[in-house]
């Protein structure tokens, strides 16, 4: 999909006043009679010449006596403008997005160069991203948990519905393949990641807790119904005689 995004920037454009010279009007940058114009300066040191940057002219082989007021003889001047960028869809944290030409003007009327506009990814209220796979947690009641049942899960290309088998338990990982991320440089298309969150039921109505009451005293004899709430009791009581030796 992708999306367009208005970003307002600080950059450097050429002063329309001098036409990025840096000279003020009608009075021309003259040569750098240091450096003839070169920019850069040979210096003697005994046997050796070392070539060194103009410290009349900085570089530049012209000196400004006169400069624009407007640009204070730097040519450019600080505006802000506003771009509509194309944000291609799949693009990650710590992507950037190359504009060219849409950078700060040159010195001296030189050309501008390319802006690289850096994304951060929000983070999601539904989905978590990692790489090109999504993760999601999805809301189980407690009796389509025990029962089974079908289940509508979010995708990026809208709802699926989800079989749940029989007897799911909190933090069973569905995996939904290709409905992740197709990641912009290219490669395979990542997964979608659910994962089951079973829910305490609230808000009984006194009949809803009688049932509750006899189911959990049916559950009370015989059949074990927690395979989790088994090993763990287990471990405890291990845990416990291993102390009391
Ligand atoms: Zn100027
Ligand atoms: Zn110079």
């Known amino acids: 999909m992708g999306v367009r995004r208005k970003i307002r920037i600080p950059t450097l454009v050429n002063c329309k006043t001098c036409d990025g010279s840096g000279a003020k009007k009608g009075s021309t940058p003259k040569t750098c009679g240091t450096c003839g114009g ?14 060194q940057t103009c410290p009349e002219c900085h570089g530049a082989g012209q ?9 204070h003889g730097q040519g450019r001047v600080q505006e802000y ?4 960028v194309k944000i291609p869809a799949g ?3 710590g992507d950037r997005i190359r504009l060219s030409g849409e950078g700060e003007a040159g010195t001296h009327g030189g050309p501008a160069g390319d802006l690289f506009v850096q994304v951060s990814v929000k983070p999601h209220s539904i989905f978590e991203r990692d790489g090109a796979n999504l993760y999601c947690e999805v809301p189980i009641s407690f009796t ?16 699926v519905r989800l079989k749940v088998t029989a007897e799911c338990q909190s933090g069973k990982l569905f995996r939904l393949r290709n409905k992740g991320v197709k990641p912009v440089r290219g490669g395979p298309v990542g997964d979608l990641i659910c994962k089951a969150v079973v829910e305490t039921p609230v808000n009984l109505t006194s009949r809803q807790k009688e049932l509750l009451t006899e189911l959990a005293e049916s559950m009370g004899e015989g059949t074990n119904h927690s395979p989790k709430q088994k090993s763990w009791f287990d471990g405890v009581k291990r845990f416990f005689d291993d102390i009391k030796k």
């Open 38 to 51: 070169a920019g850069q300066v040979r210096m003697s040191q005994g046997f050796f010449s070392v070539q």
């Open 63 to 71: 000196v400004i006596s006169d400069p624009c007021s407007d640009c």
């Open 81 to 84: 403008k506003t771009l509509n």
């Open 91 to 93: 693009v990650d944290t």
């Open 144 to 159: 389509t948990a025990a029962l089974g049942g079908e289940i509508d899960v979010p995708t990026l290309d809208g709802r």
